[in-house]
C-alpha cells in the first residue's frame, strides 16, 4: 500500500505534518478528513528526485533494504520515548519524522496504522517477518502483555546492539586476511597466465627436453589461460549447487554436523551457536516468556539443526518434570560447563543472568580464537605464495641452468 506525507490543519488552526498509508492520494485525504484533520497538502513518498529529474533513483529503489542496524536504532528510539511517557501512536509518528530510509518509513507507517486500528504491536510487527524476527516479535509481545514494553524494548535493543558490534568484531579480524587472499590470488593468477607463458615459449621453441617442474609449470599455464572461464563456472556452481541443496532436510542436516566437527573450525561455530542460544534464551526469559516457549524461539534462532534437535529434545524431558541442565547435559553437542552453569542457574533462581554469562564468556572465547586463528592465517598465507613463486623461480631456472652446463 503507498505511503502519503501531509500537512494539514486541525480544528484549530494549527499545522499538522505527518505520514499515513492509503490506497490512493483521495483515500489519504478522505481518511484525513475522518480523523478531523484538513489536509493542506498530500503527496507520496519516493525515492525519485525532489527536482522532477528523470527516476533514475527509481532503479535503485529495487534494492532498498532496511539493515539490522536501523531496526535495533529504532527499538532503542521507541524504548526512549515510551519510556518517558509518549504513547504509541505518537511515538510511532516520531520515528515517522526522524528516519531517512523511505522503505523503513513506509514499514513504521503500515505499523502505525495497524495499531491505530485498534492491532497489538506485537501483531503490527509480525506483518512484516522479513524485517522483524519470530525472536523479535515474542519479545514485544511478552512486553505488551508484561505492561514493560519499553524495558522489552530497551532489551531487545542492546541483544541486537550487541550482535551487531559482534559481527562487526569478526569482520574486521577477517578483512586483512581475506582481502591478502584476493590480492595474491590475483597476482599469481597474472603471473602464470601472462608472464610464464612468454619466458616458457623460449624453451618450447628449442624442442629440448625439459625439468619436470618446467613442463608442469606449463601445463598449469596454458590450462588457467585456455580453461579460467571453466574454474569460474565450476566455483559458481559448486556454491549454488551447495546453496539450494543444504535446502534438502538430510543435506542440511550433514551440513550442520559438519561445521560442528570440522578440526578448528568445528569448536568455534559450537561456540557461536551456544552464545547465540544463550542470549537468546536469557533475553526471552528476562522479558517474562515461559521456558518452554523460549525454548521453541531459541530453537529457530540458533540455526544448527543438531542443537535444535537436543534442544526438542530438552522441551519434552521438562514437560515430563526434569531440568533444562539434565535434559541439555546428554546432547553431546553441548558442552558440560554449559550444563553445570545452567544447573547452578536453575537451583540459584538466576537462569537468566546465567544464560547471559554463558553468552559473555562464549562470545570472548569466539572472538579470541578468530583473531588467533587470523594471526595465523597471515604468515600461513605468505608461506604459500612464496611456495608458488619459488617453484615458478625454480621451473624457469632448471631450463636455463641446463643450458648453461650444456654451452659449458
Not at 109 to 132: D, M, R, T, W, Y
Not at 218 to 239: D, K, P, R
Not at 320 to 333: H, M, V
Request: charged share 15%; hydrophobic share 50%.
Amino acid at each position: 500500500m503507498p505511503v502519503y506525507e501531509y500537512a494539514g490543519l486541525d480544528s484549530s488552526g494549527k499545522t499538522l505534518k505527518g505520514i499515513l498509508d492509503a490506497d490512493s492520494a483521495v483515500a489519504a485525504r478522505q481518511k484525513l478528513r475522518a480523523s478531523g484533520v484538513f489536509p493542506v497538502e498530500v503527496k507520496e513518498t519516493s525515492s525519485r528526485p525532489k527536482d522532477g529529474t528523470s527516476s533514475g533513483l527509481s532503479f535503485f529503489a529495487l534494492f532498498q533494504r532496511v539493515k539490522p542496524g536501523e531496526v535495533y536504532a529504532i527499538t532503542r528510539q521507541l524504548s526512549t520515548l515510551l519510556g518517558a511517557g509518549v504513547p504509541l501512536v505518537a511515538s510511532l509518528d516520531s520515528l515517522i519524522a526522524q528516519k531517512s530510509n523511505p522503505l523503513l518509513k513506509k514499514i513504521i507507517a503500515q505499523i502505525k496504522e495497524s495499531v491505530n486500528q485498534g492491532n497489538s504491536l506485537a501483531f503490527s510487527l509480525s506483518q512484516h517477518p522479513k524485517i522483524f524476527s519470530n525472536f523479535y516479535i515474542n519479545m514485544v509481545r511478552s512486553g505488551e502483555a508484561s505492561g514493560s514494553l519499553d524495558i522489552v524494548l530497551a532489551h531487545l535493543a542492546e541483544f541486537g546492539e550487541n550482535q551487531q558490534a559482534l559481527r562487526g568484531r569478526f569482520k574486521a579480524a577477517l578483512a586483512y586476511p581475506v582481502f591478502m587472499s584476493l590480492i595474491g590470488t590475483a597476482v599469481l593468477f597474472f603471473l602464470i597466465t601472462f608472464i610464464v607463458p612468454n619466458i616458457t615459449k623460449i624453451f618450447t621453441e628449442m624442442h629440448h627436453a625439459l625439468p619436470l617442474p618446467t613442463v608442469m609449470l606449463i601445463n598449469v599455464s596454458n590450462f588457467l589461460l585456455s580453461f579460467w572461464w571453466l574454474i569460474l563456472l565450476a566455483m559458481f556452481s559448486g556454491i549454488i549447487l551447495l546453496k539450494y541443496s543444504k535446502k534438502r532436510p538430510g543435506v542440511h542436516y550433514i551440513w550442520d554436523k559438519l561445521k560442528l566437527c570440522i578440526p578448528v573450525l568445528g569448536p568455534i561455530n559450537q561456540q557461536i551457536v551456544i552464545a547465540r542460544f544463550g542470549r537468546t534464551l536469557g533475553s526471552l526469559l528476562q522479558s517474562g516468556v515461559s521456558l518452554l516457549s523460549a525454548l521453541r524461539i531459541a530453537r529457530n534462532i540458533v540455526n544448527n539443526v543438531l542443537i535444535a534437535e537436543a534442544l526438542d529434545k530438552a522441551e519434552d524431558e521438562i514437560r515430563a518434570g526434569k531440568s533444562l541442565a539434565g535434559s541439555l547435559s546428554q546432547s553431546r553437542w553441548v558442552p558440560s560447563m554449559v550444563a553445570q552453569m545452567i544447573s547452578v542457574g536453575e537451583q540459584s533462581g538466576e537462569l537468566e543472568s546465567m544464560l547471559n554469562k554463558i553468552a559473555d564468556t562464549n562470545e570472548r572465547e569466539v572472538e579470541s580464537r578468530i583473531i588467533a586463528l587470523t594471526s595465523m592465517l597471515e604468515p600461513v598465507m605468505i608461506l604459500i605464495m612464496g611456495l608458488i613463486v619459488g617453484f615458478v623461480v625454480i621451473s624457469i631456472l632448471l631450463p636455463i641452468f641446463e643450458m648453461n652446463q650444456m654451452i659449458g
